[in-house]
């Protein structure tokens, strides 16, 4: 398939139309089933999967049911992650050119500007991470930067001397942007070699010093019955599902280099579930030896190295955290967001400008409360944007496999007029699902962020946050298949 030959000149002088977002021809395609299996492998090992497994630990469950919880979640979001990559896989085409097909030809920014900007959030958390890391290394050779005046209101949680690095480190992303996403590739190579290794030693370290596995797995879970498991487990769960529910948006990003179906599929398979479960284990076993160790339960793996006592391994650890969480979000956090900016006017916004302003709304998301306490991490970060994520999963999916059978017509995601121009660019329809997914989840997350006091809803409205992603997943795709014309342009 030649680009050239399906699409005239006409076509690729829309607006709708450019080099990175045209569909990838056949003889381009490349990726096997190893390279993705590679791709999950790189991306599950990172310290939010890490601060993921040991958040449950934190949070109350003991080390099987902290594993079953991230296994289960990771298999759920497999399914919408191998049903998206579908399209990709067959036409080609990227994340915000398949959200055309049901959101219309304007629409489509709707979904990728919510995707996008939660992709700035993860960019702010490991931008914190990184940040921190440095922090927790120039502490100890400059012990004064723990006890600069405080700047910064109380209401914003943030030390002077933390924020320092923060902003360091942040400036250094941005340079990154700068030069472009070429400079990165060494350091992911880096990153590829260095965090396995550093797992690996951690939890050498972690049995060494909790006198082996058995009393670090012996660890009882904290909760006293059935009902207060479950009611950890729900929303626990949610935010497993949460944690990837923007890749299983995204994933015609990478599935439309994939050689057949076949390849990302069995990729996939063999690459999320297991290296998440696996890194996940690591994060729980360190997370769990801590409480024997010291006596209190740590599960940011940056302040656990902090109280190692060598000031070189210590500085060593965080260098190599800092570079290796660089490589990470230039990679998953700046050029997916870039290009979703860059999507709402291509002729103004370029890759640059797109970045930049992931950067700053990165910041503004504050990100260090996101990541204070396990609670914080889960249910006001994984599972509120899951909530937003999964209505536009559920859309996409009832739109592609039920309504039009997986049959697109290509071309015509590239015109100003025609099938999926719906109303102006704007199918009213989905967006009617989306919002009908929406808002049953709003009040339970008013709740959560202590706006709205629980008394004053019924029980159930408020625990529908719980299952965040499933409720608007399920809601949104049922409401658009219900709404949606089947004797007319699916046929």
């Not at 990302?264 to 996940?280: D, E, K, V, Y």
């Not at 965080?318 to 490589?327: N, W």
């Amino acid at each position: 398939m030649h680009i050239e030959e399906i699409f005239s000149e006409e076509l690729q002088a829309s607006s709708l139309y450019s080099e990175d977002l045209a569909p990838v021809p056949t003889s381009k395609r490349s990726w096997n089933t190893w390279n993705y299996a590679a791709l999950w492998i790189s991306m599950s090992l990172c310290i939010p999967t890490y601060m993921l497994a040991s958040s449950l630990i934190e949070g109350g469950m003991n080390w099987w049911q902290s594993i079953i919880t991230i296994f289960i979640g990771n298999t759920i979001v497999l399914i919408p992650m191998i049903l998206n990559g579908h399209a990709g896989a067959k036409y080609g085409i990227p994340f915000p050119v398949f959200a055309r097909a049901s959101f219309g030809t304007k629409g489509a920014n709707i979904p990728a500007l919510l995707r996008a900007i939660v992709a700035c959030g993860w960019f702010g958390i490991q931008t914190w991470i990184g940040g921190f890391a440095l922090y927790q290394m120039f502490r100890l050779w400059i012990p004064s930067l723990e006890t600069l005046p405080q700047i910064f209101p109380a209401s914003f949680g943030l030390q002077t001397g933390p924020a320092i690095t923060f902003i360091v480190f942040w400036l250094l992303n941005m340079y990154v942007v700068y030069l472009g996403v070429e400079s990165i590739k060494k350091l992911l190579v880096f990153k590829a070699f260095f965090l396995p290794a550093a797992a690996l030693a951690l939890l050498f370290w972690a049995i060494s010093a909790g006198h082996g596995l058995g009393p670090i797995l012996h660890q009882s879970s904290k909760f006293g019955t059935t009902r207060e498991f479950f009611h950890f487990f729900f929303p626990a769960l949610t935010g497993m599902v949460g944690f990837w529910a923007t890749l299983s948006l995204n994933i015609p990003d990478f599935t439309r280099y994939a050689k057949s179906q076949k390849a990302q599929i069995n990729g996939q398979i063999i690459g999320l579930p297991p290296s998440m479960t696996l890194f996940a284990f690591i994060g729980v076993v360190v997370t769990s030896a801590t409480t024997i160790i010291y006596g209190s339960t740590i599960w940011d793996p940056l302040v656990l190295a902090g109280k190692f006592p060598s000031k070189l391994l210590v500085s060593v650890a965080m260098i190599a955290v800092a570079l290796s969480t660089l490589a990470t979000n230039i990679a998953a956090n700046i050029v997916s967001p870039a290009n979703d900016f860059a999507h709402l006017s291509p002729s103004k916004i370029n890759f640059k400008t797109g970045g930049y302003i992931t950067g700053i709304i990165g910041i503004m998301i504050f990100p260090w409360k996101l990541i204070a306490d396990p609670s914080g991490y889960i249910f006001k970060w994984l599972i509120a944007y899951s909530s937003l994520l999964g209505p536009i999963g559920g859309i996409m999916i009832a739109d592609y496999f039920f309504l039009r059978k997986k049959q697109l017509t290509l071309t015509a995601l590239y015109q100003n007029s025609g099938k999926y121009f719906y109303n102006n660019g704007i199918n009213n329809v989905a967006i009617i699902a989306l919002l009908a997914g929406i808002i049953p989840n709003i009040p339970g997350f008013l709740i959560n962020i202590n706006i709205i006091s629980a008394q004053l809803l019924p029980e159930w409205i408020g625990g529908l946050y719980n299952y965040a992603w499933f409720v608007g997943f399920g809601m949104s795709g049922g409401i658009y298949y219900l709404l949606s014309d089947k004797n007319g342009e699916y046929n």
